[in-house]
């Protein structure tokens, strides 16, 4: 059975940094993309990131990119997005996603909240 | 962007009633290098992450019932309810994963009468 497990996420003030972490099992991670997509309260879901295992194809999307840095750990299964110079607007839900095809997103975690307020 | 258009954003439906819902994306979605569309839809419970009921247009996930299905091309598509039961209650997202950034619908609640 697959499992994608993040931690990670709290409260921290604007500018602030948090980083956060997804371990998977049940499956292996190596070859495999990964993802990070987030849910503002209340609202929908916005794509965030992709890395492929060997970082030779990685994307970000316009809101994060330059604040955030997606990696990963294959020998340790995880997969981390460290996230600096953090704004209010970045308070969601974030879940770890991946899959057989990351354009079809199979496989979610549970999502840690990140909260970003003064 | 892309940009997914979900209708109706809400829907009331009597239990074993169908019921459907509209994507349209203002791009279409078929993807150069295979010619597939990368059309996904998903199914949200309170409390709950997202949960992948169909992909490609129409394939249906392991475990899915069956009176889920989904259809459409270019630009227009359709996830289709063919009886309405309690567990069905919740958010549908439809996701284009062909043109980056990747995007979602806004939304449908479908609620039980």
């Known amino acids: 059975q697959v499992q994608l497990v993040e931690s990670g996420g709290g409260l921290v003030k604007p500018g602030g940094s948090l980083r956060l972490s997804c371990v998977a099992s049940?499956?292996?991670?190596?070859?495999?993309?990964m993802a990070w997509i987030r849910q503002a309260p209340g609202k929908g879901l916005e794509w965030l990131s992709y890395?492929?295992?060997?970082?030779?194809?990685?994307k970000y999307a316009d809101s994060v990119r330059g604040r955030f840095t997606i990696s990963r750990d294959n020998a340790k299964n995880s997969l981390f997005l460290q996230m600096n110079s953090l704004r209010v607007e970045d308070t969601a839900v974030y879940y770890c996603?991946?899959?057989?095809?990351?354009?079809?997103?199979?496989?979610w975690g549970q999502g840690t909240q990140v909260t970003v307020s003064s | 962007d892309v940009v997914m258009t979900q209708s109706p954003l809400s829907l009331l439906v009597t239990q074993g009633q169908p019921a459907s819902i509209s994507c349209r994306s203002s791009?279409?979605?078929?993807?150069?290098?295979?010619?597939?569309?990368?059309l996904n839809w998903f199914h949200q419970k309170p409390g709950q992450s997202p949960r992948r009921l169909i992909y490609?247009?129409?394939a249906r996930d392991s475990g899915v019932p069956d009176r889920f299905s989904g259809r459409g091309a270019g630009t227009d598509f359709t996830l289709e309810i063919s009886r309405v039961e309690a567990e069905d209650v919740g958010v549908y997202y439809c996701?284009?994963?062909?043109?980056?950034?990747?995007?979602f619908g806004q939304g449908t609640k479908l609620e039980i009468k």
């Open positions: 996603v991946t899959g057989p095809e990351i354009r079809l997103p199979q496989f």
């Open positions: 049940g499956l292996t991670l190596r070859n495999r993309y």
């Open positions: 890395i492929y295992s060997d970082y030779t194809d990685t």
């Open positions: 791009h279409g979605l078929v993807y150069p290098d295979d010619g597939k569309a990368y």
């Open positions: 490609k247009v129409s």
């Open positions: 996701m284009q994963g062909t043109h980056w950034p990747w995007t």
